[in-house]
């Protein structure tokens, strides 16, 4: 079965300075993965995708994240975090089952920015 | 183009009740999937209906049911609510099958007394 540790329940950062928010999967194969984001009482939004074509992905809002097959990583980075970005994080892999596939997620990671 | 849309946003059950939530997938989209997101962790999968067959269940009992209808649209039925059952109901679509991102909407708040 697959599954994702998202390894930081919460994170506080100051405005303008990095963020990272670190993930690990559980996959038997090459995995789909995928970063959405929470914003209070909203749906999830997509932030980035990773189907095996660059290791490094590039997201919306100057997100990207870089995939790590030896360490089965898809940490989540941004270089200056800003007002907007204090959300919910959700690192998600794409499981294929016979007849359909489902989204499995990580607990999340809830970001606090600091003016 | 509208996105996933969900209807009603917010709802307040009691206990023992059915309920029905509705989705309707951006357009084009045949995939929808159904997901339960309780307070302070992330979504669960409930259920995924392609071309109107259900092609996926998650660990949720018999009180969940779903169908899709023709127009791809969807609607999520919960029989005999508990307290438990208080979560975000989100709604996701796909154009199809494969590993394709989901979108979703924004959800249906159930609130149970």
């Known amino acids: 079965a697959q599954s994702v540790t998202q390894l930081d329940s919460h994170v506080s950062v100051s405005e303008g300075t990095p963020v990272l928010l670190r993930c690990n999967y559980s996959?038997?194969?090459?995995?789909?993965l995928f970063w959405y984001v929470q914003h209070p009482n909203k749906g999830l939004q997509l932030l980035l995708k990773?189907?095996?074509?660059?290791?490094l992905v590039k997201g919306i809002n100057g997100f990207e994240a870089e995939f790590k097959k030896s360490e089965t990583s898809f940490h989540l980075t941004k270089p200056s975090a800003h007002m907007s970005d204090a959300a919910e994080y959700f690192c998600?892999?794409?499981?294929?089952?016979?007849?359909?596939?489902?989204?499995?997620f990580g607990g999340g990671t809830r970001v606090l920015v600091k003016p | 183009d509208a996105g996933v849309t969900q209807s009603p946003t917010h709802l307040i059950k009691t206990r023992g009740q059915h309920v029905t939530l509705r989705c309707s997938p951006i357009s084009g989209h045949k995939s929808v999937s159904w997901y339960q997101q309780v307070l302070g962790q992330g979504p669960q999968f409930i259920f995924q209906?392609?071309?109107?067959?259900?092609?996926g269940r998650g660990n949720f009992p018999d009180r969940f049911s779903a169908r899709q209808f023709p127009n791809y649209s969807s609607e999520l039925n919960v029989n005999a609510l508990l307290l438990g059952d208080s979560a975000l109901y989100l709604c996701?679509?796909?154009?199809?099958?494969?590993?394709?991102?989901?979108?979703f909407g924004d959800g249906t708040r159930l609130s149970i007394l």
């Open positions: 996701a679509s796909s154009p199809g099958l494969s590993n394709q991102p989901q979108h």
């Open positions: 990773y189907t095996s074509a660059a290791t």
């Open positions: 209906y392609y071309e109107k067959e259900e092609r």
């Open positions: 998600v892999v794409s499981t294929t089952f016979a007849a359909g596939n489902k989204l499995t």
């Open positions: 996959s038997s194969y090459s995995p789909s």
